[in-house]
């Protein structure tokens, strides 16, 4: 596998390859990612129509990072999801998806999906940067404002995958232009990949189209309220709370953001770019390479048997049984003390899955036999997908709800606590149907803590629990405390492996192969502990 270094130094110099993409066709999921041909940047950024499907290529690469298996990374190795205990059995690639989940010594520089989520990160932003050369030399766009449109587009997209890479690795390497790195690329300090990040998201901010006005085949790109959310929640990372604040207030007030009155709604596939999505990743039938897989990975589909296959008990549905949730995500945050507030919770029976479902009987009495936790039900495919791998099934990358926790969030940290109920409480009374269960609390340490829950109870397994966690200092001291033995529902231990976390953990292992070859790095640039 290449460093990036390696990647750039070969592909700059001649003109990046980018992805010729159907950005402009008519297709069932308006904005379509379907690769077509491969030409050098110089061939595809010469008028306006070759700048549109090259930018829709940039897309692509986080079409990529949600998936498969790299969607996992920010939703296990946490307290809301582990790796089934089957999945050890899987073989020497899932024992490396396991080895993130329980941080043991496959979790290292060489691991398959470390190294992959970096490098798709990377191809990303190679792409971005080419728009951003190229985009400004093309004289012949009918309306201005799509230019800059397009490079705030590409501005958001790149921010995306640095936001990922930061958070992630820590210091990396930052390549911004288009040029050629013969000595490599060192990392660069943290703070000053987040400056970066903040100007490309203002830039997207200020030059990206409104989502009102993204109609046709221009649904599901970057709009203003993408960068925006973005943006904060950039700031809420920091524990900027002031600039944090004002962006999110921003946003709610002057954008008109909202909530789907009907949580499950959110997961049918009937419902998709919605009032309540502010960015998501799209995905088409129309197309195998542009479906996504998780079902496979989360395995709670109570659907008809894999074709070829005759239903019993050992063939359940689809479904690989590689993720379930935790005792914790399945039970006690949905079910505080004495209030099993879970009975009234939508978000339960839209989230979690516990049974299967036999279509030949009609009964719903089959436990998919994983000592430890139910399913996470979000992923279930519909009946217009193809199979448990090729769902057509959009996934969120950032949604209202979201930001009306962060709101919650940042305002708490201002010791607003007061005025943090309100956000909070808009989030609980579309779960519960009513304000009977608003939140009362006072103290801003007791708030702060009921925040964190309600995020998971939200947005549980949607791919943020890790960087919740890190971001609140609590990585650690949670997956440690939450990682106790749990006894199967139907009786039995839980055999799931203890996950051996530790401080070294708040940051991945820069890949081998990028400090194997980029010149300005070598093996002492490793993350400690690696």
Not at 305 to 327: D, F, L, M, S
Request: with cysteine.
């Amino acid at each position: 596998m290449k460093s990036i270094t390696q990647y750039l130094k070969k592909l700059w110099p001649v003109g990046l390859v980018v992805v010729l993409l159907q950005g402009f066709s008519s297709c069932r999921k308006e904005l379509n990612y379907t690769p077509e041909v491969f030409v050098s940047a110089q061939s595809v950024y010469k008028d306006e129509a070759g700048a549109i499907a090259g930018v829709t290529g940039i897309y692509q690469q986080l079409q990529t990072l949600k998936k498969s298996d790299y969607q996992l990374i920010g939703v296990i190795g946490t307290d809301e999801a582990r790796c089934c205990y089957q999945a050890q059995g899987y073989g020497a690639y899932y024992a490396g998806i396991v080895g993130m989940d329980v941080y043991d010594i496959t979790f290292n520089s060489q691991n398959a999906d470390v190294t992959g989520f970096w490098t798709v990160c990377y191809q990303g932003i190679a792409n971005a940067n080419a728009a951003l050369l190229y985009i400004p030399q093309i004289k012949n766009f009918a309306e201005p404002a799509v230019q800059t449109r397009l490079e705030g587009e590409a501005r958001f997209m790149r921010a995306v995958y640095y936001f990922y890479l930061v958070q992630l690795y820590g210091d990396v390497p930052m390549p911004l232009e288009n040029t050629s790195f013969a000595n490599g690329l060192p990392r660069v300090p943290q703070a000053q990949v987040y400056n970066q990040i903040e100007t490309d998201l203002k830039f997207a901010a200020a030059n990206c189209w409104p989502k009102s006005k993204l109609t046709g085949n221009d649904i599901g790109r970057a709009s203003v309220e993408a960068a925006k959310a973005l943006l904060g929640k950039v700031y809420l990372t920091l524990h900027d709370y002031t600039d944090a604040k004002t962006t999110f207030e921003d946003l709610i007030n002057n954008y008109n953001i909202s909530l789907l009155p009907n949580y499950a709604n959110l997961f049918d596939g009937q419902h998709e770019n919605n009032a309540e999505s502010l960015f998501e990743i799209q995905y088409s039938t129309d197309n195998t390479n542009d479906t996504q897989g998780l079902q496979n990975l989360y395995g709670s589909y109570a659907g008809p048997p894999i074709q070829g296959e005759t239903w019993n008990v050992h063939t359940p549905g689809y479904g690989g049984t590689v993720v379930c949730t935790t005792a914790f995500y399945a039970d006690s945050v949905f079910a505080r003390p004495y209030t099993w507030e879970y009975q009234y919770d939508a978000r339960y029976n839209a989230s979690i899955n516990g049974y299967r479902y036999d279509p030949n009987s009609g009964s719903s009495d089959y436990w998919w036999w994983d000592p430890g936790q139910p399913t996470v039900k979000k992923y279930d495919i519909s009946s217009s997908d193809i199979d448990a791998y090729h769902s057509g099934k959009n996934l969120y990358y950032l949604r209202s709800a979201d930001v009306f926790l962060m709101y919650a969030e940042t305002l708490n940290e201002l010791g607003q606590t007061q005025d943090a109920l309100a956000p909070l409480n808009k989030i609980r009374e579309r779960a519960f149907g009513n304000s009977s269960l608003d939140f009362t609390i006072t103290d801003q340490a007791t708030l702060r803590s009921e925040i964190m829950d309600e995020r998971s109870r939200e947005l549980g397994a949607e791919g943020w629990r890790w960087f919740d966690l890190k971001r609140t200092g609590l990585l650690v001291s949670l997956v440690q405390q939450r990682d106790n033995p749990y006894v199967e529902r139907g009786g039995g231990s839980d055999p799931h492996p203890k996950q051996n976390i530790s401080a070294i953990n708040n940051l991945y292992p820069i890949p081998l192969t990028e400090l194997q070859n980029n010149q300005a790095l070598g093996l002492k640039a490793q993350n400690p502990g690696y």
